[in-house]
């Protein structure tokens, strides 16, 4: 039952991207890595001033314990001021698999402080604030991203460094398996990942994630992998999928994502 | 703790990149399109010929890592690897949308960021008037408006790299860079390469000015834009341009409407030829080659004052047909030949005062011959400084003529009074009455 409503929320969300197709006609890049659009890297470089965009990342997380997830992130996303990003998103979630935080106000920001030259990488801060207006939610959390991006051989092959502090200021308690499981007050994530051209209007992007996870004990790992397209000057398109490695992690998720710049 | 060995292992690599580096930072500073009614109009009506446009894009943004990164002695394969590259890439469409410089030009992109912003963001401004053209929302007594709204933006939005809306007469004179050491070195060394880039060069305009003969309604555009991506495959490629054709000659009904918008365009294709000059040049460093490539981006900048010059220009084809490639639009005499004999002129009182009139004849040879692509029996190699110093080894070179980064400026100002002395008082060239459409056939079933 639970999975044939995770699937036709899946199919759904997909009809919905191709129904948009037609009607994008704004401005996207598909080199310029967001976080969740397909995997959860993130490159060091901002939307453009003056650029409005509107996402929609569809994430399928499949856990350990077989329970599915499925998160629908709207996002509007737009450069008020030069080499600055703002955005703002609400994450829905929907399936048997844990939906806390459904519906919570998430308000990020990131500033560029520069483009990569020939041996400095481009670097950026970015920030998340998120407000407990969703599911099971209490406390403001906060997260913030130290972000390098530097390519290599004269080409546009990059690599991409994300570190991620995220902070959850009133931990609770879940039980699970007749056990009680405490969340971290205080987690990190690694992001190390790779992204190229791989013909004129798609690229390619992989990485790799070590995270520490929500609750205490838990370590993370997976392997991330994913297709950024761009379909018109206005449009990208998104699909990727994760593998988690070892026990904590989650075992498997997919993603389709729309940006379309209005 | 291995998060925290992490954390400061990759801020201790940053800042050793940092020292390592001989490179200043340069700030992002990416601007979005301008909104308007008319947005992606020309990419969902004229689908075809965005794709021949990608193509010379492709061609505008690759070609700027290839020359910086090939030995000038492996030039004629790389030449005509290039060249049927750039062919494949149009003729077989890969690509159906217009790419950014960095996507094909990514080391280049590192080395000198402020030359494909100033690149993207004037292309950015053609899409907007190529849109501007093709929108039916955009009623035709309306077009002029909205692309002088167009170009207004362009200048307000982007100051520091915006193009002059001065013509080409003007920028090129304050630019200075005809006795500058790589001057004429990609026409010279990379021909076909060159001759892509003026291929692209007519096709841009050519699709102007059909839009301006056909209307808004539907058919017509179509029906004329075909006719010149036709023209292109059957003729033009063929038998390629020598030189780089004006928006005056042939986008006349268009440089009336818009002075503005078509000086700029001037100005760019001007500075695609420049920066390939640069980056093929290998008497520089990298360093030195964005020094320049950076001085003649800010001389051919917009500058308060240059409103006065939009409209200086003549028009020597007023009624030319888009659709046809009669033979002055392929040969090497035309507009820009003159701008570039009238500079020369003015140039060489300075450098060559006592010049003998068997030895001007003799220059003024060698100067045509540079100024047309590949080598000639008979012409030396090298730039235009090259061929003139082999000749006159005693020539006077100016100050600041020389050196990367650096204006002549004597030989600028003696160019720049030669320009107001010759072109000052002209008439300017009329506007255009947008009143009254103009409709053309569409396509036959």
């Given amino acids: ?262 | 703790m291995a998060f925290k060995f992490i954390t400061g292992a990759g801020l201790g690599l940053l800042l050793a990149a940092c020292s390592a580096s001989h490179t200043t930072t340069e700030p992002r500073k990416e601007v979005s399109y301008i909104r308007g009614p008319y947005n992606a109009a020309f990419f969902r009506r004229h689908g075809e010929s965005e794709v021949l446009s990608a193509g010379f894009h492709f061609h505008h943004g690759r070609e700027h890592d290839v020359l910086l990164q090939t030995k000038l002695a492996d030039r004629e394969k790389v030449d005509a690897d290039f060249d049927a590259a750039v062919f494949d890439f149009v003729k077989n469409k890969k690509s159906k949308v217009g790419p950014s410089m960095e996507l094909f030009g990514p080391y280049t992109a590192r080395v000198a960021w402020k030359l494909f912003r100033t690149i993207d963001w004037t292309h950015q401004h053609h899409e907007q008037t190529y849109d501007i053209m093709a929108s039916q929302r955009v009623a035709w007594d309306k077009k002029k408006q909205w692309t002088d709204r167009a170009v207004k933006l362009y200048l307000a939005r982007n100051k520091d790299v915006a193009r002059s809306v001065a013509p080409l007469d003007i920028t090129m004179r304050r630019a200075a860079c005809m006795m500058k050491p790589y001057f004429t070195y990609y026409r010279n060394f990379y021909p076909k390469s060159n001759s892509q880039a003026w291929v692209a060069h007519w096709w841009h305009p050519a699709i102007y000015e059909a839009q301006m003969l056909s209307g808004n309604a539907s058919g017509g555009q179509e029906a004329a834009l075909k006719a010149v991506n036709d023209l292109m495959f059957n003729e033009v490629y063929k038998n390629r341009p020598q030189r780089m054709i004006l928006s005056r000659e042939l986008m006349p009904r268009y440089a009336r409407m818009s002075p503005e918008s078509a000086n700029i365009f001037d100005n760019l294709h001007m500075l695609h030829g420049l920066a390939y000059d640069i980056l093929s040049y290998e008497g520089w460093t990298e360093q030195q080659q964005r020094d320049e490539l950076y001085r003649v981006i800010d001389a051919m900048s917009y500058q308060p004052g240059d409103e006065k010059y939009v409209r200086k220009f003549d028009l020597p084809y007023p009624d030319v047909d888009p659709r046809q490639y009669p033979a002055w639009m392929a040969g090497p005499e035309g507009a820009m030949s003159k701008i570039m004999m009238e500079m020369m002129m003015e140039m060489m009182p300075l450098m060559m005062p006592d010049m003998a009139p068997d030895m001007k004849e003799k220059m003024m040879a060698q100067f045509q011959m540079k100024m047309r692509p590949g080598m000639e029996p008979g012409e030396i190699e090298g730039s235009l400084h090259d061929a003139m110093m082999k000749m006159m080894p005693g020539m006077k070179m100016m100050p600041g003529a020389l050196e990367p980064g650096k204006t002549p400026d004597m030989m600028r100002d003696a160019m720049l009074k030669g320009w107001q002395e010759k072109h000052g008082s002209m008439p300017d060239v009329p506007p255009l009455d947008m009143s009254q459409e103009p409709t053309l056939a569409p396509l036959a079933r």
């Fill in chain 1, 1 to 262: 039952m639970n999975k044939s409503i995770t699937l036709r929320g899946l199919l759904l969300a997909a009809l919905c991207l191709l129904g948009l197709a037609p009607l994008a006609h704004a401005q996207s890049d598909q080199i310029n890595l967001d976080a969740g659009l397909p995997t959860r890297l993130e490159d060091a470089y901002p939307t453009a001033y003056g650029n409005r965009e509107l996402q929609l990342p569809v994430r399928y997380q499949r856990s350990r314990q077989g329970d599915n997830l499925v998160q629908y992130t709207p996002t509007l996303e737009f450069g008020p001021f030069r080499n600055t990003q703002l955005a703002v998103a609400v994450p829905v979630y929907s399936g048997n698999g844990d939906r806390s935080g459904s519906g919570n106000v998430q308000v990020s920001g990131l500033y560029n402080f520069n483009t990569e030259g020939k041996y400095l990488p481009a670097v950026a801060l970015a920030g998340t604030l998120t407000l407990p207006t969703g599911l099971r939610s209490a406390g403001t959390d906060y997260n913030g991203r130290f972000i390098l991006t530097k390519s290599f051989l004269g080409t546009l092959n990059r690599l991409h460094l994300n570190l991620a502090y995220f902070h959850n200021s009133q931990p609770g308690v879940q039980a699970e398996g007749g056990q009680l499981k405490e969340e971290r007050l205080d987690r990190f994530a690694l992001l190390v990942g790779y992204s190229t051209r791989i013909a004129p209007q798609s690229s390619l992007v992989v990485d790799f994630v070590r995270e520490q996870r929500r609750f205490r004990g838990e370590m993370g790992s997976s392997v991330e992998a994913g297709i950024r397209r761009q379909m018109n000057p206005r449009m990208v398109l998104s699909a990727g999928a994760a593998a988690g490695l070892g026990t904590d992690a989650d075992k498997f998720t997919a993603t389709l994502g729309l940006q379309h710049a209005f």
